[in-house]
């Protein structure tokens, strides 16, 4: 059975018809409104022209002056414990464990290996 497309749903075969329309409906639309309408004219607005007086008040002459250096602080002592630990203090306690090394593997290159790796 062959089935046949339906007009309606056929967006390919209206496509082209609707195209035109909406094209010349857009042109007619706007010669229209070009013809309807008056054209929009624009004039400056030309300001009254007044008189600008600028007067000068006595102002003195200043000149810069370089500040004074600022003031030297004096030093603040820090209180130093020294090298030598206080009285009341204990070293940490060693966890056991912490001490075991890891022993250093010879690198391999991989192309030299007869076998693939296994993972550990």
Not at 25 to 35: K, M, R, T, Y
Not at 39 to 48: D, M, N
Not at 60 to 78: F, G, H, Y
Request: net charge negative.
């Amino acid at each position: 059975m062959i089935r046949g497309k339906s007009p309606r749903a056929d967006l390919k075969h209206s496509y082209r018809k609707v195209l035109w329309r909406s094209a010349g409906l857009s042109v007619l639309f706007h010669l229209l409104f070009c013809a309807t309408v008056p054209p929009l004219e624009f004039e400056p607005r030309i300001a009254p022209e007044r008189l600008l007086v600028i007067t000068l008040e006595h102002i003195p002459e200043t000149r810069q002056q370089i500040p004074p250096p600022p003031t030297v602080r004096e030093p603040v002592a820090v209180h130093d414990a020294g090298e030598h630990p206080p009285p009341d203090y204990r070293p940490p306690a060693e966890l056991p464990g912490e001490e075991e090394e890891i022993a250093l593997e010879e690198a391999v290159e991989v192309w030299m290996l007869e076998k693939k790796p296994s993972v550990i």
